[in-house]
C-alpha cells in the first residue's frame, strides 16, 4: 500500500498544499506547531475517516474558512484510487473514492490502511481501559469492516437499552418485555465482537511476543480478559449472562455486562505493565504492538500498511531505533520530527520541511 500524494486545502493551519511522496522513507521535519502532524493526520482522516487526535470534524478546518477539501492518491498491489474529502462546518462531511460516493465509514475503512504510532500512544498500556478498546476497534475495523458495522449496532442497542433501565429504576418496575428484545440483539452482535477481539489479540500477540523479545529479551504477553467470562464464546452465554444480571442492570439504571466493559492487558515477565513498567518498557511495549499490527494486516492483506510515525524516533533510545528504522525497510513511512538528522536517510529518502503551512520538498 502506498500514498502518492496529498493535497489540503483550509485544513488546519494548510490554506493550500501539495505533498508527493515517494514510496520509501518520507521525512517531515520542522519546528513544533508548523504543520507537521497536520499532515499526516489528513492522511489517517482517508484511512479511518475521522482524525487520531479529535472526534469533532469541524476543529479541521481552517480557522475563518467555510470548508475543507482535501485529496490523496493512492495505490494498492491492484490498483490505484484518488479519494477526494470535503469537510463542512457542523461536522458534515462528504467523501468520493474515485469518483464514488462513499456513504459509510465501513466501506471507507477498507481502501487505505495505515498504523499511526505517536507519543499518544504510550495511553494504549497506560490509560483508561475505553483507550485500550478503541484501539481494537479502530485496528480490527481497518481489516474487518463487518466488525465496524456490528460495533455500531450494538451501541445503538446499548443506548436503547441503557435509556429503559434507567426508566426502570426510576418507575421501580422489575421487568420490561423489550429488555430481553435488547438483550436478545446486544447478545448477537457483542458475541461475534468477542470473538473478533478474541482472534485479533491471538494474532496480534503471535508477532508482538516475538518482536518484543527481539528488542528486549523480555517475554510480552497480551491476555483479553473479556467482561462476559466463558470459556467458548457464543450468542448463548452472553445472553444467559445479561438476563441473570437483569435485577441488577435495572437497580444500577445502565448495563453492566457487555463488551463495553472488555480489557485488554499487557504482561512483561508475567508483570502488568501498567502497574509495574519503567516508561521506557511501556513505550516498547506500544512500539512491539505496532509493528505486529503492521506485520498483521500484510499477513491478512496480503501488503503492508502505509506506517505514519509522529516524532517518536527522539523517544527511542539508540538500539530501538535502529530495530525499528531495519523492520520499516522496503516499506512506505512517513515521518515527523523536529530535527531532520534523527531520521536515518537512504538513498530513495524524501525530505520535507514544513514551516507555517507551507511544505518545501528539499533535493
Ligand atoms: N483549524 C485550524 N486552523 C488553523 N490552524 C490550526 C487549526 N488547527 C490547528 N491549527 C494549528 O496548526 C499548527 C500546527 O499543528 P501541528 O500539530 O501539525 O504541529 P506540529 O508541526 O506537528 O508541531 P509539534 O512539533 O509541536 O508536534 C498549530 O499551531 C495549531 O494551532
Ligand atoms: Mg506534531
Not at 466501506?107 to 478498546?133: C, H, T, W
Not at 500484510?298 to 528504522?325: A, C, F, H, K, Q
Amino acid at each position: 500500500m502506498r500514498v502518492k500524494s496529498l493535497s489540503v486545502s483550509n485544513f488546519r493551519n494548510y490554506e493550500k498544499e501539495t505533498v508527493s511522496f515517494c514510496e520509501d522513507t518520507n521525512v517531515i521535519y520542522g519546528n513544533n506547531a508548523q504543520g507537521k502532524t497536520n499532515l499526516l493526520e489528513a492522511v489517517y482522516l482517508f484511512s479511518h475517516g475521522k482524525s487520531h487526535r479529535t472526534k469533532s470534524d469541524s476543529e479541521l478546518i481552517r480557522f475563518g474558512a467555510d470548508f475543507a477539501r482535501l485529496s490523496i492518491e493512492f495505490a494498492d498491489k491492484d490498483r490505484d484510487y484518488r479519494a477526494v474529502m470535503q469537510l463542512l462546518p457542523g461536522g458534515r462531511k462528504s467523501v468520493k473514492i474515485n469518483n464514488v460516493p462513499i456513504t459509510k465509514l465501513s466501506m471507507l475503512m477498507r481502501y487505505l490502511n495505515v498504523v499511526m504510532f505517536s507519543p499518544e500512544d504510550l495511553e494504549i498500556v497506560k490509560g483508561a481501559p475505553q483507550l485500550r478498546r478503541r484501539f481494537l476497534d479502530e485496528a480490527i475495523s481497518q481489516l474487518y469492516p463487518i466488525y465496524l458495522k456490528r460495533l455500531i449496532s450494538y451501541h445503538k442497542n446499548l443506548a436503547q437499552k441503557n435509556s429503559l433501565l434507567k426508566k426502570l429504576r426510576i418507575t421501580g418496575k422489575t421487568d420490561d418485555a423489550m429488555l430481553s428484545v435488547w438483550n436478545e440483539q446486544i447478545a448477537e452482535d457483542g458475541s461475534r465482537i468477542m470473538e473478533f477481539r478474541r482472534d485479533f489479540i491471538d494474532a496480534l500477540t503471535e508477532f508482538a511476543k516475538q518482536i518484543h523479545y527481539n528488542i528486549s529479551g523480555e517475554n510480552l504477553k497480551l491476555v483479553y480478559t473479556p467482561s462476559i467470562e466463558c470459556d467458548i464464546i457464543s450468542k448463548e452465554v452472553f445472553l444467559n449472562k445479561l438476563e441473570a444480571g437483569k435485577l441488577r442492570e435495572i437497580e444500577n439504571g445502565s448495563s453492566l455486562y457487555g463488551i463495553q466493559r472488555d480489557e485488554l492487558r499487557f504482561f512483561i515477565n508475567d508483570k502488568e505493565v501498567k502497574t509495574y513498567a519503567s516508561q521506557g518498557q511501556q513505550r516498547t511495549v506500544v512500539l512491539s504492538i505496532k509493528m505486529a499490527q503492521m506485520e498483521n494486516i500484510n499477513s491478512v492483506r496480503g501488503e503492508y500498511p502505509v506506517l505514519l510515525l509522529d516524532d517518536i524516533m527522539s523517544e527511542l533510545d539508540i538500539s530501538r531505533r535502529s530495530y525499528l528504522t531495519e523492520k520499516i525497510r522496503g516499506k512506505q513511512v512517513i515521518l515527523t520530527c523536529t530535527d531532520a538528522d534523527t531520521a536515518e536517510r537512504t538513498g530513495s529518502t524524501k525530505v520535507f520541511y514544513v514551516n507555517d503551512g507551507r511544505v518545501r520538498e528539499e533535493q
